[in-house]
């Protein structure tokens, strides 16, 4: 790994896109999966990114800065997706459309528009928290959100080929596209706090609040529309426990 922390940012922001890469992959090699193990690996997605946003972000962040810049920045992270969510035109696989009018855009678009909104905050989460010198929680949250990008990318994919998209390899395309922006955001995340220190708890609220946001409006929902939420509960807790154990072990 670099030793300055931007490139860090940008070491771990191209590790997660790899994964999440492999993850839409997927759709090329097997069999479209079952709803229920689909929602399964989402809640355990979901589980992944909640513990990480505590253990990695918040406690570092109110360790950095005191609890009310931290909790500034919870808030904040959390306000700004709901006003991308009601502002910008995309589309889930199970919610349907949201924002505002996007009727004139393809349905395709506002799919990678809705994922893209989704994978943001995780690729801001590892950019700024290698950017603020928490070199131990950049790289917890470099494996945690890599490793949750696997199975978020080929639910993806899998998605986009249920919804219509086209075959298989456009499927695995949008899968692919739809994690691209981690890397840009994990880059500018780390690029701001490195160069605007007193910006770090307030930064890593941020992208704490944001990653909740996202669970409890989309991810959770999603998961338990299909009658799949025990499933994906039991999914969501694995993840928590998966990132709680690599939190002590790797600490």
Same mark, same amino acid.
């Given at each position: 790994?670099? !030793?300055? =922390?931007?490139?860090?940012?940008?070491?771990?922001?191209? *590790?997660?896109?790899?994964?999440?890469?492999?993850?839409?992959?997927?759709?090329?090699?097997?069999?479209?999966?079952?709803?229920?193990?689909?929602?399964?690996?989402? #809640?355990?997605?979901? #589980?992944?990114?909640?513990?990480?946003?505590?253990?990695?972000?918040?406690? =570092?962040?109110?360790?950095?800065?005191? %609890?009310?810049?931290?909790?500034?920045?919870?808030?904040?992270?959390?306000?700004?997706?709901?006003?991308?969510?009601?502002?910008?035109? /995309?589309? /889930?696989? %199970?919610?349907?459309?949201?924002?505002?009018?996007?009727?004139?855009?393809?349905?395709?678009?506002?799919?990678?528009?809705?994922?893209?909104?989704?994978? @943001?905050?995780?690729?801001?989460?590892?950019?700024? !928290?290698?950017?603020?010198?928490? &070199?131990?929680?950049?790289?917890?949250?470099?494996?945690?959100?890599? !490793?949750?990008?696997?199975?978020? +990318?080929?639910?993806?994919?899998?998605?986009?080929? !249920? @919804?219509? *998209?086209?075959?298989?390899?456009?499927?695995? &395309?949008?899968?692919?596209?739809?994690?691209?922006?981690?890397?840009?955001?994990?880059?500018?995340?780390?690029?701001?706090?490195?160069?605007?220190?007193?910006?770090?708890?307030?930064?890593?609220? *941020?992208? @704490?609040?944001?990653?909740?946001?996202?669970?409890?409006?989309?991810?959770? =929902?999603?998961? /338990?529309?299909? +009658?799949?939420?025990?499933?994906?509960? &039991? #999914?969501?807790?694995?993840?928590?426990? %998966?990132?709680?154990?690599?939190?002590?072990?790797?600490?």
């Amino acid at each position: 790994m670099p !030793a300055h =922390p931007v490139a860090q940012g940008l070491v771990a922001g191209v *590790f997660i896109v790899a994964l999440n890469m492999a993850g839409a992959l997927l759709v090329l090699l097997v069999r479209q999966p079952s709803e229920r193990i689909l929602d399964t690996l989402l #809640g355990f997605a979901a #589980g992944v990114m909640l513990a990480a946003s505590f253990t990695s972000l918040i406690l =570092p962040a109110i360790e950095r800065g005191g %609890v009310f810049p931290a909790l500034f920045g919870v808030a904040l992270g959390a306000l700004a997706m709901d006003a991308a969510d009601h502002l910008i035109p /995309h589309q /889930h696989p %199970v919610i349907g459309r949201e924002g505002v009018d996007g009727r004139r855009l393809r349905a395709v678009l506002l799919f990678v528009i809705a994922i893209t909104l989704h994978n @943001a905050p995780e690729g801001l989460a590892v950019g700024v !928290a290698f950017g603020g010198g928490h &070199f131990r929680e950049g790289a917890l949250l470099m494996l945690a959100i890599g !490793a949750q990008n696997i199975p978020e +990318g080929m639910a993806v994919a899998f998605a986009a080929l !249920a @919804a219509g *998209f086209g075959r298989r390899y456009y499927a695995a &395309f949008v899968g692919v596209r739809s994690g691209l922006v981690e890397l840009p955001m994990a880059v500018l995340g780390a690029t701001l706090v490195y160069y605007l220190a007193p910006l770090v708890p307030y930064a890593m609220g *941020f992208a @704490a609040g944001a990653m909740l946001y996202i669970i409890s409006d989309e991810i959770v =929902p999603e998961t /338990h529309r299909k +009658g799949h939420e025990r499933w994906a509960t &039991f #999914g969501l807790m694995a993840g928590l426990i %998966v990132m709680l154990y690599l939190d002590v072990v790797l600490g």
